[in-house]
């Protein structure tokens, strides 16, 4: 079954420490994405990678941060440097469909900050 | 200003009869997509139809079908004979082909609620 996985499903953190949450896709799809949602509103970007190797900044990076060495995995770190990092994070993958690119989510990471 | 506008924070609907969510949005890129997404309160985001800037036609997937006007800027989703497990939240999303290229935008989601 192709797919895209999160892991974990939860996280809970100390402030002060980083975190890293995991996203694999088996899709083959050479784009991946991280997504940070807050309660009631929509999607704001925080990172993308077109491919493997590169990866460029969203509109919220600051205290975040990626690496892409593999097609089929796109860790983010959540930094001690994110001053409110207690959110519901997805990421997603794409593949080009007519004129653009649609992409596809996995289950989602909620992490809290204790 | 903002790319795509849901002016429904909150929807309800009779279950069996149809509605429409509504979705504008803003761009000077003559190529785009635009797309809209169901997110249940699992959290997952599921693609539910997507619409080209230069398709003459409406798309259509089952029950949902997206009313495209392009001169108004406007890519309402419709749902047809709604069901229980279509309440959820429903975001509007558009994707630049040159502008931001590699980017979407999302909507800030209407949330649809289908009463028995």
Known sequence: ?114 | AQKITQTQPGMFVQEKEAVTLDCTYDTSDPSYGLFWYKQPSSGEMIFLIYQGSYDQQNATEGRYSLNFQKARKSANLVISASQLGDSAMYFCAMRETYTNAGKSTFGDGTTLTVKP
């Open chain 1, 1 to 114: 079954d192709g797919g895209i996985t999160q892991s974990p499903k939860y996280l809970f953190r100390k402030e002060g420490q980083n975190v890293t949450l995991s996203c694999e896709q088996n899709l083959n799809h050479d784009a991946m994405y991280w997504y940070r949602q807050d309660p009631g509103q929509g999607l704001r970007l925080i990172y993308y990678s077109q491919i493997v190797n590169d990866f460029q900044k969203g509109d919220i990076a600051e205290g975040y941060s990626v690496s892409r060495e593999k097609k089929e995995s796109f860790p983010l770190t959540v930094t001690s440097a994110q001053k409110n990092p207690t959110a519901f994070y997805l990421c997603a993958s794409s593949i080009r469909q007519g004129l653009t690119d649609t992409q596809y989510f996995g289950p989602g990471t909620r992490l809290t900050v204790l």
